[in-house]
């Protein structure tokens, strides 16, 4: 679906909005790439791009304003300054605006677009006070929590390559994505798995004072259900959510860890890192066919971890109504059954009937549906303990209202969909394929 071909819906970034379709579409183009030499460091393929670093020369400002990275000597987390039962919500911001690539769709407008709607909606702790709680600090990942998913030959391979995009501005460091780096990449990807991991402090240390702990949500880029243990894909560099569920069992003793991905791709790299791991379930819904081609049904795990890994495609179109369906015939039992210690959640907002790289049909309210109902779940079966990581998302409207609507409804405050979507650009979905494609899951896991 083409950005410039859907409904309007009210706009929220001005400008920003405009440019970024502009540039998309830009991206599309196939003469977007001009390559002028090809090298390989470290495993790792290279491209060099034809690029001037003018484009960038004021990211590294912002970049800084946004990200609150500290040094390694201080608290991973920000203390919450109120009583337990007042937070709701508890959030970190961490744009990488360091890291963009004119035209590309996952650009650094992402999650400064998501801000912006916060605040206009009045669900930031200006308007909430202590409901919500923004993290003013934390300190980037180490190393160590890298290599926990990634290999070394890896992180290191792509420390060194941060040398060759200072020169150049932008390099690619894979190409079916295309995954793109610039000189800050490596410590901005640093950045968003800290905010990771410091949301799990956060929550973790709530859950010890409340039965209701706030949820997180780690508004970060560059995504990370895509990289796998060897390397970048598909926008993504590090796997946020599973390097903050490698450490939630080794810092804070949650043995059992359940992801839930409903972001409309499949999250090869999660499912990768996890799949022969009895002790995290890893459960992706994703569009039938979709980029990366991954996430057949008969993907269940391996040795030990077989029957933890869960993968439902769905046909094209399907929308709300296969999505509450998936909930409550699928996600529900398999958590119920698993009983988790903590419930991460790779949010994936792409999955919108607006989003222009795939073709389901979500809407706001069915992010919203989602963010109540796992949140519930959470309650129910780990003591509250949920942390929600963004992952893609490319239209800046919709994208932003749909994680503003999760934010709503974490607060136990009413969906505000209906102001933001057309049921106009809505058709019948494919409620056959849907219900086959969940009774062949059923079955292969005896639910």
């Known amino acids: ?116 709607a916060l605040d206009k909606l009045e669900l930031t702790p200006k308007f909430r006070g202590s409901k919500v709680i ?54 901005e990807s640093m950045i968003a798995a800290g905010a990771g991991i410091a949301l799990i402090d956060s929550v973790v240390a ?19 259900h895509h990289a796998i243990p060897k390397g970048p894909m598909g926008f993504c560099v590090f796997g946020n959510i599973a390097i903050a569920a490698r450490y939630a069992q080794r810092a804070h003793g949650l043995k059992r860890v359940f992801i839930i991905d409903f972001d409309v791709h499949h999250g090869n790299g999660t499912n990768d890192a996890f799949y022969e791991d009895p002790d995290i379930f890893f459960l992706s819904t994703h569009q039938d066919g979709s980029y990366p081609g991954t ?50 959640v790779s949010a994936g907002y792409d999955a919108h009937a607006l989003d222009p790289l795939a073709s389901l049909q979500f809407t706001t309210g069915t992010y919203y549906m989602l963010a109540s109902s796992i949140q519930q779940l959470a309650k129910d079966i780990c003591g509250g303990r949920c942390v929600f990581f963004l992952e893609g998302g490319y239209n800046l409207d919709s994208l932003s209202y749909s994680v503003a609507d999760s934010f709503r409804a974490f607060l136990k405050e009413p969906s505000l969909a209906s102001t933001f979507d057309n049921p106009a650009m809505l058709y019948e979905e494919p409620s056959m394929k849907v219900k086959q494609a969940i009774q062949r899951v059923k079955h292969l896991h005896s639910l």
């Open 295 to 344: 996430g057949k049904f008969d993907e269940i795990g391996r040795g030990d971890g077989e029957g933890t890994t869960l993968n439902l495609p769905l046909p094209g179109g399907s929308g709300d109504t296969a999505m509450r369906t998936v909930f409550d015939e699928v996600i529900v039992p398999c958590a119920q059954r698993f009983k988790p210690d903590i419930i991460l």
């Open 206 to 224: 709530e859950s010890k004072n409340s039965r209701d702990p706030p949820t997180g949500f780690a508004l970060i880029r560059p995504p990370g």
């Open 1 to 116: 679906m083409d950005l410039l071909s859907v409904p309007s819906s009210p706009s929220l970034a001005g400008n920003v909005l405009f440019l970024a379709r502009q540039r998309f579409c830009n991206w599309r183009s196939p003469e977007r790439l001009h390559l002028d030499a090809i090298f390989a460091t470290d495993g790792i393929l290279y491209k060099n791009l034809r690029r001037g670093r003018g484009c960038f020369s004021k990211t590294t400002e912002a970049s800084s304003s946004f990200s609150n990275g500290t040094g390694h000597g201080e608290s991973p987390y920000i203390p919450i300054n109120t009583k337990p039962s007042d937070a709701r919500i508890i959030y970190a911001v961490a744009p990488a605006m360091g890291h963009n690539q004119e035209a590309h769709p996952e650009s650094h407008f992402r999650v400064p677009a998501i801000v912006q």
């Open 134 to 187: 923004e993290l003013q600090k934390f300190r980037p990942a180490s190393v160590d929590d890298i290599t926990s998913v990634h290999t070394q030959s890896y992180v290191s391979g792509l420390e060194k390559a941060m040398d060759q995009a200072s020169k150049d501005g932008l390099i690619f460091i894979e190409g079916s994505g295309p995954t793109y780096a610039t000189v800050e990449t490596f410590q």
